[in-house]
């Protein structure tokens, strides 16, 4: 099992910029794909962003491209999530998960996932 801890939300006005950060700890050697996601208040979680461990490739939503970027840090087993010129409807708790690959296709569904952060919250105000 993995260990996940987001960090980095916060309250932000629409067109300003947010980082999170997910730290990884325990069984990190089966991670083969990192991911985010979203969750607004009525709405499914959504899938925003994700990584391959290894290759370092990168697949994003189409509703962030161009805002949002993924990135990685090997030696501090942490995954980052840069959102820019953020909007109002990119409100939600974003969630960090982790993948072994053994269910891993394209990495942008849940059931892709293993293990969970607990999630940290992101408002962006009008």
């Known amino acids: 099992q993995v260990q996940l801890v987001e960090v980095g939300g916060g309250l932000v006005q629409a067109g300003g910029s947010l980082r999170l950060s997910c730290a990884a700890s325990g069984r990190t050697f089966r991670r083969y794909g990192m991911g985010w996601f979203r969750q607004a208040p009525g709405k499914e979680r959504e899938f925003v962003a994700n990584i391959k461990w290894s290759s370092g490739s990168t697949y994003c939503a189409d509703s962030v491209k161009g805002r949002f970027t993924i990135s990685r840090d090997n030696a501090k087993n942490t995954v980052y999530l840069q959102m820019n010129n953020l909007r109002p409807e990119d409100t939600a708790v974003y969630y960090c998960?982790?993948?072994?690959?053994?269910?891993?296709?394209?990495?942008?569904?849940?059931?892709?996932?293993?293990?969970w952060g607990q999630g940290t919250q992101v408002t962006v105000s009008s």
């Open positions: 998960a982790a993948s072994t690959g053994s269910k891993w296709y394209t990495g942008s569904q849940r059931y892709e996932y293993e293990d």
